[in-house]
């Protein structure tokens, strides 16, 4: 039985790719380090600010780690203004919504910018609870963050359907016992089939509640 649906947030609910990308590259110069797009794909696999901050630049402090975030979180901020929910999402969070679906996020982001985009798009109200980067002590793939999302929904984890555009979201839900939905370009969608996703679809434009209920009865 479907009783639920867990929203990873970057690159799901909110189209922000393209922005950390440029806000990622901007601040890593400011520090001499120089990286290539190819490099940067990194930052797109749901992993903590902190991690993403000691694979770029090696073992950082947590003086120095708070430092980085704060110069990077800044840059963001300056771009954000930009940003916007990814297609078709708000048409499908009404449906969910009407439909009488548990709607819930988990999401490596820290709580302030979590908390703060999705009051600034409008889109906080359709989540009954919202767990970030900072309430788990290992972000994803560990499966921390979708276990708790299923106790504050107070659901099992198998009633619960979680949607991700990463591998490491993919194999965090899958550890926590969810199935899992997957959205992703062609290019991308065939690394989150293999880490547990099914289906794998490009864009809620074309998806409904009924479609899911019966994929996942």
Not at 56 to 67: C, E, M, R, V
Not at 78 to 103: H, K, S, T, W
Not at 128 to 139: K, R, S
Request: net charge negative; charged share 25%.
């Amino acid at each position: 039985m479907l009783r639920g649906i867990v929203f990873d947030m970057d690159g799901v609910v909110i189209d922000s790719h393209p922005i950390h990308r440029r806000a990622w590259k901007t601040f890593l110069q400011t520090v001499g380090r120089n990286v290539t797009d190819a490099e940067l794909d990194f930052i797109l696999d749901g992993r903590k600010r902190e991690e993403i901050l000691c694979y770029f630049l090696g073992d950082l402090t947590p003086s120095q780690i708070a430092d980085h975030a704060a110069h990077k979180d800044e840059m963001l901020r300056q771009l954000a203004e930009n940003m916007q929910p990814v297609p078709g999402v708000v048409e499908f969070l009404d449906a969910l919504a009407q439909g009488g679906m548990r709607i819930g996020l988990a999401t490596s982001a820290g709580s302030r910018r979590a908390h703060g985009t999705l009051r600034e798009l409008g889109l906080a109200r359709y989540f009954e609870t919202i767990v970030t980067g900072d309430e788990v002590t290992t972000g994803k793939p560990d499966p921390a963050i979708y276990r708790l999302a299923a106790e504050r929904l107070h659901e099992i984890p198998e009633n619960l359907l979680a949607i991700e555009d990463a591998v490491s979201g993919v194999k965090s839900a899958k550890a926590a016992g969810m199935r899992c939905l997957g959205i992703a370009c062609a290019e991308r969608a065939e690394a989150l089939r293999a880490a547990g996703a099914d289906p794998v679809i490009p864009d809620f434009q074309s998806l409904s509640l009924e479609q899911l209920e019966a994929k996942f009865r």
